[in-house]
C-alpha cells in the first residue's frame, strides 16, 4: 500500500516545480531544510490525494510521514489533521503521540503549520499545557515552532495566555522562522483582542526580536507601527 501511494505520487512528480520547491524552502548547505527532497507537487493536488487515502491505517501514515520526500510528509500530515477530527479520544491520543514520536520529519515551517494546531493544540485544548513549554524549550527549531504554532488552536477560540506565554519564553530565541511564527500569533491575537496583543508589546517590545516585532504589528496604522519601530510607542 505504502509503495502505491509513493507510486502515484512519483507519477504527478514535476522536475521544473520541485527545484523551484528546493530552492524556495531552503534546502541548500547549511539552510534550515538542507537536504530535503521535493517531487514537485503542490498542495491543491496533495489535498485531493487526502481526501482519497484518509483512511489509510496509522502504521502507513507514519511510514508516509517518515519518507524522504517532503511532499509524502505533508500528505501524510493532512491525512493525520482528518483522522484527527473524524477520532474519539483513544484514537486522538494515539495520532498526538504519533506526531510528537516523529517531530523529526517535521521539520520544515509548511509542515508544522499545516499540523501543529490542529493534532498538539487541539489534543491540549483540555489538558496540561506543560508539553508546549516542553517543545518550546527544544533545542529543535522545528519542536519550537509546533509550540507557538499549537496555540493557533486557542486563539481562534478567544483564549490568549497560552500564546502569550509561549511567545515571552521565545523572545530569546536565535531564530528567524520563531520570530516570524511568534509575531504571526501576536498579530492574530491582534485580529480579536488588540487591547491584549499591545499590552504585550508595551511589555516586552525592547526585548523582541525586530522581525516578531514587525511580523506582529503589520496590521497596524502606519503611525502606530512606526512609534513600536522607533521605540515611542508610550506615547504614540
Known amino acids: 500500500m505504502l509503495e502505491a501511494i509513493q507510486s502515484q505520487l512519483a507519477s504527478l512528480s514535476n522536475a521544473e516545480d520541485g527545484a523551484?520547491?528546493?530552492?524556495?524552502?531552503?534546502?541548500?548547505?547549511?539552510?534550515?531544510?538542507?537536504?530535503?527532497?521535493?517531487?514537485?507537487?503542490?498542495?491543491?493536488?496533495?489535498?485531493?490525494?487526502c481526501k482519497a487515502h484518509q483512511d489509510i491505517p496509522l502504521l502507513l501514515a507514519e511510514q508516509l510521514l517518515q519518507s524522504a520526500h517532503h511532499e509524502d510528509r505533508l500528505l501524510a500530515l493532512l491525512?493525520?489533521?482528518?483522522?484527527?477530527?473524524?477520532?474519539d479520544e483513544t484514537e486522538r491520543t494515539g495520532i498526538y503521540m504519533l506526531y510528537l514520536d516523529n517531530t523529526?520529519?517535521?521539520?520544515?515551517?509548511?509542515?508544522?503549520?499545516?499540523?501543529?494546531?490542529?493534532?498538539?493544540g487541539a489534543f491540549l485544548s483540555d489538558k496540561s499545557l506543560e508539553p508546549l513549554y516542553q517543545l518550546a524549550r527544544s533545542c529543535s527549531l522545528?519542536?519550537?515552532?509546533?509550540?507557538?504554532?499549537?496555540?493557533?488552536h486557542f486563539i481562534k477560540r478567544g483564549m490568549f495566555e497560552e500564546t502569550l506565554g509561549i511567545a515571552k519564553f521565545l523572545l530569546t530565541d536565535k531564530e528567524d522562522l520563531i520570530h516570524k511564527a511568534a509575531g504571526w500569533m501576536l498579530r492574530e491575537i491582534g485580529k480579536r483582542d488588540l487591547q491584549k496583543e499591545e499590552a504585550?508589546?508595551?511589555?516586552?517590545?525592547?526585548?523582541?526580536?525586530?522581525?516578531?516585532?514587525?511580523?506582529?504589528?503589520?496590521k497596524f496604522p502606519q503611525d502606530k507601527r512606526l512609534g513600536y519601530l522607533k521605540g515611542t510607542h508610550q506615547q504614540a
Not at 491525512?79 to 477520532?87: G, H, N, S
Not at 504585550?200 to 503589520?218: G, K, V
Request: charged share 25%.
Open 20 to 49: 523551484f520547491l528546493q530552492r524556495f524552502f531552503k534546502t541548500g548547505p547549511g539552510q534550515y531544510g538542507e537536504g530535503d527532497r521535493f517531487r514537485g507537487i503542490r498542495v491543491p493536488v496533495l489535498r485531493r490525494l
Open 79 to 87: 491525512i493525520l489533521v482528518r483522522k484527527f477530527a473524524k477520532a
Open 104 to 120: 523529526h520529519f517535521i521539520n520544515n515551517w509548511d509542515l508544522v503549520d499545516a499540523s501543529a494546531e490542529h493534532i498538539v
Open 142 to 152: 522545528w519542536e519550537r515552532r509546533i509550540a507557538i504554532l499549537a496555540t493557533f
Open 200 to 218: 504585550f508589546l508595551r511589555a516586552h517590545c525592547p526585548q523582541m526580536p525586530r522581525t516578531m516585532l514587525r511580523y506582529a504589528i503589520e
